[in-house]
């Protein structure tokens, strides 16, 4: 009897088919899966958690853009269509959020006044105004009081929690809505003050202090009672209080019922601030509020006197101080790296551990010691050189000093990347040339510096843009100076950001808007430079 064998069979799979694999092999899909339902779980709460506060505040742009950005996440990570989105959505998001945002709210920012003295709005500064000319009268009622926020506890919107000394009512009173009824159920009442509130954080004394000083938002805080009465701070307590001003909101005037007087809404010798003035020009109050002014801030970079005087040297100084630090930094950081990138130098990596020390150590300590070794009295390098060189009490030597410590400051970067490109040249290039007959200068300087420009060409951009706004290097060793009596605003070593800082958060106060206005056009500056030595590096393209 004979037998027939069974026929073979392909052990392939027909095509189209799909080869089932052991659970072991698949199960990385499963963690995969659990991750990604983690991660949207995480997103979905978020964007849960933050709704009632969104709501709570009004921010309903924010509101909307938060439930469009968690949908559109859910939409394209629920499903196995729409792949290349998946790579492409968190980058795009990062770019938006840390990027885009930011420069379009800087700029929206500078065509504002918001800055000292203008934080508040306009119907917040209009009650100040009424409030600061109360006086107390008999019988007026008092109330224990404390201070809430529903928002920031630094920032506000504040309020003030109200219990009336004599009935023990409670009252939530804010200078836009005015005295309000709350619920005693709402909130909790001790030794005749409010502890606690919903929907409201109560500040500790110590930060209603904070907060009470001149030009901080609860100076001058007061509620409108009705009719000419204000409810105002008075230390820990409130009490009721008569004003003689009356804001009329049909005319959009405030009305001294005592003398008769009228003050209408003018615009301040400096075009960016408005004031209640008499028709004599007289001011009722120096109180101003937050408001848009279009360009004004642009327009005063580039017609103040003040400004636009001694701009053209400091701009120059900026380039200067810019190209010299990275050239200097460079030149240094690449004559080391070529030393200790040679195989018969011994102890290269002792050597290299060495030169990065500086840039191991925080570069606020090392500018604040390096001010002290600049001392003309008692500073280590007129020690050591055996002068009495004021090094920042003269423009010239002041310079410097900045350069010198930005040097020794900056070298260990450079030489960390010139190392590294040095390392990734191939060595089959050299010998070549070698072959060919070139000497090492020929090979350094025909082949190497070549291909390592073409690694570091964009680094020292970016270096140069980072100078170019280097403002914790003149601010901490010089602080922009030193100055002249005919001119304490312009130092002899300040950069642009240097110098258009203490314009902004000098002697006037906080000047947010201004700032605002001077980082985009640095901004702007620093890409056109930056954009200019970009193209200037194309050629390098080729050589690679």
């Not at 080869?19 to 949207?40: C, D, H, N, Q, Y």
């Not at 500018?367 to 009495?388: C, E, H, P, Q, S």
């Not at 190392?419 to 350094?444: C, M, N, R, V």
């Amino acid at each position: 009897m004979t037998t027939t064998a069974p026929p073979k069979t392909d052990a392939r799979p027909p095509a189209g088919s799909r080869r089932s694999f052991p659970m072991e092999i698949t199960g990385g899909s499963t963690g995969v899966l659990i991750a990604k339902v983690i991660g949207l779980g995480l997103i979905l709460a978020l964007a849960i958690g933050l709704t009632p506060t969104l709501i709570a505040t009004s921010n309903w742009a924010f509101l909307a853009i938060l439930w469009v950005i968690t949908l559109v996440i859910l939409a394209i990570y629920l499903t196995g269509r729409a792949v290349p989105a998946k790579y492409l959505l968190p980058g795009t998001l990062f770019l938006v959020l840390f990027l885009i945002y930011p420069i379009l709210l800087t700029f929206q920012l500078s065509t504002t006044n918001y800055g000292d003295g203008t934080r508040t709005s306009r119907e917040a500064a209009i009650a100040r105004i009424v409030g600061s000319s109360a006086v107390q009268v008999e019988g007026g009622a008092t109330y224990g009081m404390v201070i809430g926020t529903s928002g920031s506890t630094t920032t506000g919107p504040f309020v003030m929690l109200l219990v009336n000394s004599t009935t023990g009512d409670a009252y939530v009173g804010s200078e836009e809505d005015g005295l309000q009824p709350l619920d005693e159920d709402a909130v909790t009442i001790e030794s005749g003050v409010v502890t606690e509130a919903d929907g409201y954080t109560i500040l500790t004394r110590q930060e209603q202090n904070s907060l009470s000083s001149s030009g901080q938002p609860l100076d001058g805080f007061s509620v409108p009672a009705g009719g000419d009465s204000v409810i105002k701070v008075q230390g820990f307590q409130a009490i009721e209080m008569r004003t003689p001003l009356v804001y009329d909101e049909e005319a959009d005037t405030i009305t001294n019922t005592d003398t008769g007087v009228v003050y209408t809404e003018q615009l301040g010798p400096s075009g960016d601030r408005s004031f209640f003035v008499d028709e004599d020009g007289n001011r009722l109050s120096n109180q101003s509020w937050g408001e848009n002014i279009g360009l004004q801030n642009y327009k005063r970079i580039f017609t103040d006197p003040a400004i636009t005087g001694p701009f053209a040297g400091i701009f120059a100084w900026t380039l200067v101080f810019a190209f010299v630090s990275v050239a200097s930094t460079f030149l240094l950081g690449l004559l080391l790296a070529v030393t200790l990138n040679d195989p018969r130098m011994r102890f290269q990596r002792g050597f290299r551990s060495i030169l990065i020390l500086p840039y191991a150590i925080p570069g606020f300590i090392s500018l604040m010691v390096w001010a002290g070794f600049w001392n003309r009295d008692y500073g280590l390098v007129n020690d050591l050189l055996g002068t009495g060189i004021d090094w920042l009490g003269n423009a010239t030597w002041a310079k410097v000093a900045v350069l010198a410590t930005n040097l020794w400051m900056g070298f260990p970067y450079m030489f960390l990347i010139s190392t590294g490109a040095l390392q990734s040249i191939p060595g089959d290039l050299k010998e070549a040339a070698s072959i060919d007959g070139a000497t090492g200068f020929t090979q350094f300087r025909k082949i190497v510096f070549p291909l390592l420009m073409v690694a570091t060409a964009p680094l020292l951009v970016s270096s140069f843009a980072f100078n170019f706004n280097n403002f914790n290097a003149i601010q901490l060793l010089t602080e922009g100076g030193p100055f002249t009596p005919d001119n304490p605003t312009a130092g002899g070593t300040d950069i642009l950001i240097s110098y258009t800082y203490r314009l902004a958060f000098g002697s006037a106060g906080q000047q947010i808007g201004f700032a605002s206005a001077v980082s985009v056009v640095l901004f702007v500056l620093t890409g056109v430079i930056a954009a200019i030595q970009f193209r200037g590096t194309r050629a390098l393209e080729e050589m690679n």
